[in-house]
């Protein structure tokens, strides 16, 4: 059967194949780049789930002047309380990634901070930027006319171009009419431009970082580039905030293998494929132990960085990457390529790539936040 007679997220098996094959075959080639081993996000899905009531849809601030990540949503910059319930199960949930996170780095598939490969490509479009429709595979499906919908008229800024891997995501903002695309699957052909997934919504700066219905006319919590629904944008790295090592917003986490056929909110859906009892699910939130001294860690100023917004904000699960545990970073300006490799150089152990960084983090000082499960 071919890609474009499937509906949303039914081709999530082969490309995870795929990329499993991939990495194998990549993995030697790519030690030592700052970019580290290539992983391919999650197949957005459709997920087994009931349409929401509209008295369901989620309650909106009034919207405020853009300022500082609140592109990012509410989900990702709000602090977490210093007495937030934890999850019965925290200790055995931690242990299990950190049991993952060293069988990882022992096999040659150490943690890392993807800043090249599948590193989204965000653009911020001003108010005059021309409009190009993007046409949605199989668009004209009931499932997807909706999406189709908010793509035919994206401000899509000449040159655009997705991540480097095999999702090839892009962002889209603007600030002036206050909305966002993503797109996945996103390319330029001799038609025009073209995607297999995405999503849009029009509350950029009004938002909790979580597509639902909403978001748009039409709109479903199926929608978004992510498996999770999660936001692309929301719990991105930035070269600024590394460089400045001020990081006001939880992080977006990506594990080997999210757990099948259950999620947490705010996830509003998975394509998680492991079955193992502790393996972390989309939506997840876990937190650094506030007991943890920071300043007294023996590791590079960067990692401390990391450290503090996982004390204050948290981790949020949102991808699966079938190759290992890792941050996500937007991708290099297209003026400054390198940018990330300097930020990660510097006195030993530090060696102009991500691996340093991530392995000085507390892994097994983290916590899980109280979960709220939903199942398909």
């Not at 930027?129 to 668009?139: D, F, I, S």
């Not at 909790?208 to 039409?218: H, I, L, M």
């Not at 494929?273 to 300043?295: E, F, T």
């Not at 392995?359 to 899980?368: H, T």
Request: net charge positive.
């Amino acid at each position: 059967m071919s890609f474009s007679s499937l509906v949303p997220g039914g081709r999530s098996r082969v490309v995870a194949r795929l990329c499993a094959v991939r990495r194998a075959t990549t993995a030697i080639a790519l030690v030592g780049l700052v970019a580290g081993p290539a992983a391919c996000a999650s197949t957005p899905r459709q997920p087994h789930r009931a349409k929401p009531s509209p008295t369901q849809a989620r309650t909106r601030p009034a919207p405020k002047p853009p300022t500082a990540n609140r592109d990012r949503g509410t989900l990702w910059t709000s602090p977490l309380a210093g007495d937030v319930t934890l999850d019965p199960r925290s200790s055995q949930l931690v242990s299990a990634l950190a049991g993952t996170v060293a069988a990882g780095d022992a096999a040659h598939r150490a943690t890392w901070i993807d800043t090249k490969n599948c590193a989204p490509r965000v653009y911020t479009a001003p108010a005059d930027q021309p409009k190009v429709r993007v046409a949605l595979l199989n668009g004209d499906r009931p499932a997807r006319r909706s999406l189709q919908a908010a793509l035919d008229a994206v401000p899509l800024p000449a040159g655009a171009v997705g991540s480097a891997c095999h999702d090839q995501s892009l962002v889209v903002e603007q600030p002036s009419t206050n909305r966002m695309w993503e797109l996945w699957h996103a390319r330029k052909t001799a038609d025009g431009w073209q995607a297999d997934w995405g999503g849009a919504t029009r509350h950029l700066y009004d938002d909790d970082g979580v597509f639902g219905p909403d978001d748009w006319p039409g709109a479903m919590s199926y929608w978004g580039a992510s498996a999770s629904s999660l936001r692309l944008v929301g719990g991105l790295l930035t070269s600024q905030e590394l460089q400045s090592g001020n990081i006001e917003h939880a992080l977006a986490l990506s594990v080997p293998q999210a757990a099948a056929g259950v999620w947490s909110s705010p996830a509003q859906r998975t394509d998680g494929v492991s079955r193992d009892p502790n393996a972390l699910m989309y939506g997840a939130r876990l937190r650094l132990d506030p007991a943890v001294d920071v300043d007294k860690l023996r590791v590079p100023a960067v990692t401390k960085a990391l450290a503090r917004a996982a004390q204050r904000y948290g981790l949020v699960v949102r991808e699966q990457t079938h190759y290992n545990v890792q941050f996500s970073a937007e991708a290099p300006p297209a003026d400054d390529p390198g940018v990330y490799r300097r930020i990660f150089s510097g006195p030993a152990p530090l060696n102009g790539s991500a691996g340093p960084v991530m392995r000085g983090f507390p892994w097994s000082a983290l916590q899980v936040v109280k979960l709220h499960l939903r199942r398909r």
